[in-house]
Nanobody
Framework: QVQLVESGGGLVQDGGSLRLSCAAS????????MGWYRQAPGKERELVAS???????NYADSVRGRFTISRDNAKNTAYLQMNGLKPEDTAVYYC????????????WGQGTQVTVSS
């Protein structure tokens, strides 16, 4: 089992910045990809960004160029730096850790609220 704990959400004005953190514990050697998803009210959960253990990244078109995902393997922590935030970025952000080769190993954090005011 892997436990994921997010932190860093909050309220920010249009154009502001926030950094989310996701600390992994437990059987962390079983996951090789970490990512951030978000879910706005009335919408489906969507991928925001992901990063593999070797550093390969993937971004949603809506955040590319504004958000940066990174990870510190020594600390088992992933980060999402969010710049140029827009009201449409308002959502609950969830950390995800998974084994890309074994779908049963798929873990979620509890979520952290990000609210961008106009």
């Amino acid at each position: 089992q892997v436990q994921l704990v997010e932190s860093g959400g909050g309220l920010v004005q249009d154009g502001g910045s926030l950094r989310l953190s996701c600390a992994a514990s437990g059987s962390v050697s079983t996951i090789n990809s970490m990512g951030w998803y978000r879910q706005a009210p009335g919408k489906e959960r969507e991928l925001v960004a992901s990063i593999t253990s070797s550093g390969g990244t993937n971004y949603a078109d809506s955040v590319r160029g504004r958000f940066t995902i990174s990870r510190d393997n020594a600390k088992n922590t992933a980060y999402l730096q969010m710049n140029g935030l827009k009201p449409e970025d308002t959502a609950v952000y969830y950390c995800n850790g998974r084994d890309i080769w074994y779908s049963a190993r798929n873990y979620w954090g509890q979520g952290t609220q990000v609210t961008v005011s106009s």
